[in-house]
């Protein structure tokens, strides 16, 4: 069995590192891994062929005679110890992020912001789980002043694994919300696991920013040496929101003064997330300048609170991901908008186990507190429940349906969780 040292070396050479065959280029490394349903062993001499440097396996292949193969007890295992390694050789603060809600939206603003001074380099989409983080650790390179990492969890003790290896100097929990509750079990079981980052931090004398309108997140930060708050009121950071309708703009009142910063999000819950990049940025050293440039110019992607204009209607499609929290938010910031036609095309929300026929009737009820021009629900739990409103197995029956409508001077809120791809309805 070969050594992470001695890997660590290899990768040194050809710090390439991957895990598909399919996306594999000439002296990558490729870790062969295991899951459910896949077996990268089988993929071993394929990876050769195709010109990696070298195969990390953890079944012997039959026969191999290219001197390429590396044979270690744990594929998966390997790879999180020589991120760990990796990480060990630099001294810049590693920020890592994590929470119900908002964390990729968070990471990007702060990326940018962190950027726009910093060599910084972060989490690409939301590769934010055991095979992601050490793969993104990976990629950082001698160059770095800051590392900004991205964590996702839905059981307990997961968090506390990804901080073994990410060994955060800094962290941010953006909030606790009505997420995974599956596997988390209760919002006291998301609190307990988001809540694993502030345990390092506390253990390892770290630095959390804390926004300090969540008394629980207050409340749970106690005992962190450096605690940096941020909120509308009684924190170090103090902003408010100027304007929501149809995009966010925000004035920072203390700490630092920043006015009318106008962001190209939709939605009054980006709001911690652009303060939590400000106090971030400004921790840092950014200049007030280069942070309001920064998060002016940030541009959502990947159906993530992104304003579409669809001949006369707007768009506001959040269709990456859903919870009982994010779908709530979602709900009344469009029924804030002072305008006529509000349409809602729904999803179900998935990984609620006990709770999510209680939490898609509590959804129901919310939508008929507000008129509507229409509102279709698609999928999940939605099918089992009794309501008025169009009902749908999938997104494509919900995008036929779309089509036929002819809305116009409409504002459509398109959300669900990943599983329902409501993204298909506008496609």
């Not at 304007?243 to 962001?263: A, C, M």
């Amino acid at each position: 069995m070969t050594g992470i040292e001695e890997i660590y070396e290899l990768y040194k050479k050809f710090p390439s590192i991957q895990t598909d065959t399919r996306k594999l280029a000439k002296d990558d490394l490729f870790f062969a891994l295991k899951g459910e349903n896949f077996n990268g062993n089988l993929f071993a001499q394929q990876a050769i062929d195709k010109g990696a440097a070298y195969v990390i396996v953890d079944e012997q292949p039959n026969g191999d005679k290219s001197g390429k193969i590396i044979l270690v007890h744990d594929v998966l295992k390997t790879l999180q110890d020589l991120a760990k390694f990796h990480r060990e050789q630099f001294s810049i603060p590693f920020l890592a992020i994590t929470g119900s809600n908002g964390k990729t939206t968070t990471k990007e603003l702060i990326h940018a912001v962190l950027s726009s001074s910093f060599k910084t380099y972060t989490t690409e989409g939301n590769l934010n789980n055991h095979i992601g983080i050490p793969l993104t650790i990976l990629k950082v390179k001698k160059d770095a002043d800051i590392a900004v990492i991205e964590m996702g969890a839905n059981h307990l003790k997961e968090i506390e694994g990804y901080c073994k290896y990410t060994i955060p100097t800094h962290g941010i929990i953006t909030n606790c919300g009505k997420a995974h509750l599956e596997g988390f079990g209760s919002i006291e079981g998301v609190r307990k696991g988001k809540g694993e980052l502030y345990d390092f931090l506390r253990s390892n004398k770290g630095t959390a920013f804390v926004m300090s309108d969540y008394e629980y997140l207050r409340d749970m930060s106690k005992g962190i040496p450096n605690v940096i708050s941020y909120g509308t009121k009684d924190a170090f950071i103090t902003g408010n929101i100027s304007q929501s309708e149809p995009f966010l703009s925000v004035d920072i009142t203390g700490g630092v003064s920043i006015k009318n910063i106008s962001t190209k999000l939709t939605g009054y819950y980006n709001f911690p997330n652009v303060l939590a990049a400000v106090t971030a940025g400004n921790y840092f050293g950014v200049t007030p300048g280069k942070i309001k440039a920064a998060i002016e110019n940030y541009l959502p992607s990947n159906s993530r609170s992104q304003l579409i204009t669809l001949h006369s209607n707007k768009i506001i499609l959040d269709a990456y991901n859903a919870n009982p929290t994010s779908m709530k938010a979602a709900i009344e910031n469009i029924a804030k908008f002072n305008v006529k036609n509000k349409i809602l095309i729904l999803g179900g929300m998935a990984e609620l186990g006990e709770a999510s026929a209680e939490e898609h009737e509590n959804i129901l009820s919310l939508i008929g507190k507000y008129q509507w021009k229409d509102v279709a629900l698609v999928g999940g739990d939605f099918l089992k429940l009794n309501h008025p409103y169009h009902r749908f197995e999938n997104s494509i029956q919900a995008k036929e349906w779309f089509q036929q409508q002819h809305f116009h001077d409409s504002y459509i809120l398109v959300k669900g969780s990943r599983s329902m791809r409501m993204e298909r309805v506008i496609e």
